[in-house]
């Protein structure tokens, strides 16, 4: 099994900064995306930020040039960097890890609340 454990979501003004962590433990594919989702209340959640084993990156439109994410593949746990954060941005924040051999494996945290005042 796989576990993702988040930490470093709370409350923080308009133009703060946030950075959560997600540490992943467990029967890990050395070769997966790790990233991070968002679900604000009577919303589907999204995706904001992956990155691939290999560095490939990808972002929403809504967090570029805002937020940054990055990785230590030693210690399976990757980060995201959130600058100039804006009430919009207010929503429970996901971590996840995924991976194809054959079948899609596919694990997620339990998430982190950041809430952004205006």
């Known amino acids: 099994q796989v576990q993702l454990v988040e930490s470093g979501g709370g409350l923080v003004q308009a133009g703060g900064s946030l950075r959560l962590s997600c540490a992943a433990s467990?029967?890990?594919?050395?070769?997966?995306?790790m990233g991070w989702y968002r679900q604000a209340p009577g919303r589907q959640r999204e995706l904001v930020a992956a990155i691939s084993s290999g560095g490939r990156i990808n972002y929403a439109d809504s967090v570029k040039g805002r937020f940054t994410i990055s990785r230590d593949n030693a210690k399976n746990t990757v980060y995201l960097q959130m600058n100039s954060l804006k009430p919009e941005d207010t929503a429970v924040y996901y971590c996840?890890?995924?991976?194809?051999?054959?079948?899609?494996?596919?694990?997620w945290g339990r998430g982190t609340q950041v809430t952004v005042s205006s």
């Open positions: 996840n890890t995924n991976w194809a051999l054959g079948v899609l494996y596919d694990y």
């Open positions: 467990g029967r890990i594919f050395k070769f997966n995306v």
